[in-house]
């Protein structure tokens, strides 16, 4: 009964492959997010989804385009993966834009670009 | 100036003894802050938040509100080897949907 759940957990690939990240929350939440955290630690927001609909898009390069079929997933899918993509990507869920923006996180998907 | 500025760690207290973790944020319009904690690789956890000025607690958690001041703090109490973690401060935006999460002081709690 995961609340946020990602998958995979771990993705080790090559630079220039695509590869994608899928997300999906039980919590009946209206919004969700992509997030990454580099190796100094700071959680830097990507993208939201609100009601399938995109919201935030932050200075990302198109190389990452994010994919919400339902209010309930939100799959993020990268092309050309480039050693700089290497991080942990966090998927979060609100319940709605609103606020007061209480934020859940999956467990992360810890992605390595060799 | 950063959006969110969280005071430099790491921060290493013995066990039994008081860590306080300091916020301050930029936008004025903020009305919402959280506390998040996060174990080494694993993913931020909510603990805390706090919307009205003044002090909330929660066990051994207490969060103190000063708006005026755009400042927020944890102070976690008793604190145990398993308080050892990175905290992170988000403020919620006022004209944004986004929340914008601060550095992160890093606890470590000596036995």
Known sequence: DTAVSQTPKYLVTQMGNDKSIKCEQNLGHDTMYWYKQDSKKFLKIMFSYNNKELIINETVPNRFSPKSPDKAHLNLHINSLELGDSAVYFCASSQDLRGPYEQYFGPGTRLTVT | ?111
């Open chain 2, 1 to 111: 100036q950063k959006e969110v500025e969280q005071n430099s760690g790491p921060l290493s207290v013995p066990e039994g003894a008081i860590a306080s973790l300091n916020c301050t944020y930029s936008d004025r319009g903020s009305q919402s802050f959280f506390w998040y904690r996060q174990y080494s690789g694993k993913s931020p956890e909510l603990i805390m938040s706090i919307y009205s000025n003044g002090d909330k607690e929660d066990g051994r958690f207490t969060a103190q509100l000063n708006k005026a001041s755009q400042y927020v703090s944890l102070l976690i109490r008793d604190s145990q080897p398993s308080d050892s973690a990175t905290y992170l401060c988000a403020p919620s935006p006022s004209n944004d949907y986004k929340l914008s999460f601060g550095a992160g002081t890093t606890v470590t709690v000596r036995a």
